[in-house]
């Protein structure tokens, strides 16, 4: 049958104007209420993780270290997201705020990541003795764990600076008062000072795995530099040649100001005695006067060290060192 001869000759369509009747009931009204409660609740109680993931990890690319471990304290999924993109974080962070000193202190390599053919070189009891001008004469840093950490000399010169920058951040309050650094007699090994050490080489281990806590140590030691510059630039009697600090560089909390020329400091404070005069401690780069730039030593100084522990044990004639894939 066709649709004319159902609706009829000159009829209108029929059309459906039917509509669910509206619910206005006490249940209904108390239901809608509850619903516009919870609504306004999401809203209120909106975090840092419901923004999309770029824009987040842009604001914590401009934070710095402590602030983004303050902000994993905060619950659970914000310490999730933070741990599962902390490598990608502080490289942010790094290139953000800490560029300079992350090559001036670089991260000693751990011992499992060195070619396995030269390790009875390293580990020998003839190259550890060898290796005691880097370990035995500190009272302010532990020497580091041959077991675990490659002892080439680029290794066991980055560890030494990492732990002085632990120690110098620790006396940096004596500093400001103007309160002596507790001395100790040559020979004498007090049970404070050795906790005090342990703690500090704790700190930097951390920081071996720990890409967030490297930034860290990065961040106290530009803080220590800082309160340094500031104290020498208030003695009006220290005429020596100092980096220009400005206080938009010390509020800003970067380390750009430290790329300027300034004075070296490759010399190792061997006592804390050299702390009273310390500015800015920033090894492992010298001032290119052609260039007007500071030259960085390279990433690649930790590959020919090693090379030349291969060179010395094969002189020695170590029988463990064989050809790779023997």
């Not at 309160?227 to 630039?233: E, I, W, Y």
């Not at 010399?267 to 804390?272: G, M, Q, S, V």
């Not at 492992?284 to 090693?306: K, L, T």
């Amino acid at each position: 049958m066709r649709k004319e001869e159902i609706i009829g000759e000159g009829e209108d369509p029929l059309v459906d104007t039917t509509a669910a009747i509206p619910l206005n009931s006490k249940r209904t009204q108390r239901q809608k209420k509850k619903q516009q409660k919870k609504d306004k609740a999401h809203k209120e109680l909106a975090t840092l993780l419901d923004l999309p993931s770029e824009l987040f990890m842009t604001v914590l690319g401009y934070s710095r270290p402590s602030d983004v471990f303050v902000l994993s304290r905060v619950s659970k999924d914000l310490r999730e997201f933070i741990l599962y993109q902390e490598a990608t974080i502080t490289r942010e962070i790094i290139d953000c705020r800490y560029l300079a000193l992350s090559k001036c202190f670089p991260l000693p390599i751990p011992l499992e990541r060195v070619d396995k053919n030269v390790h009875p070189a390293m580990l020998s009891e003839e190259r550890q003795t060898m290796l005691n001008l880097h370990k035995k004469p500190y009272q302010h840093i532990k020497p580091p764990d041959p077991q675990a950490l490659c002892t080439c000399l680029t290794c066991m010169l980055a560890w030494n600076n990492l732990c002085l920058v632990v120690d110098f951040a620790f006396w940096q309050g004596n500093l400001d008062r103007g309160e002596p650094i507790t001395i100790i007699a040559r020979g004498k090994y007090p049970e404070w000072n050795q906790k005090l050490v342990s703690d500090n080489a704790t700190i930097v281990t951390k920081a071996l795995d720990s890409p967030l806590y490297y930034a860290r140590l990065l961040e106290e030691h530009l803080r220590s530099t800082i309160n340094s510059a500031r104290r020498h630039g208030n003695n009006k009697g220290n005429k020596r040649r100092r980096f220009r600090m400005t206080s938009d560089d010390a509020a800003s909390e970067t380390d750009c100001f430290l790329e300027r020329s300034g004075p070296p400091s490759m010399d190792f404070p061997f006592h804390r005695d050299n702390y009273y005069m310390l500015e800015a401690y920033l090894p492992n780069r010298g001032w290119n006067q052609e260039q007007q730039r500071w030259m960085y030593i390279p990433a690649s100084q930790h590959d020919r060290d090693v090379e030349h522990v291969k060179a010395w044990a094969a002189r020695r004639n170590f029988g463990q060192m064989r050809p790779r894939g023997e």
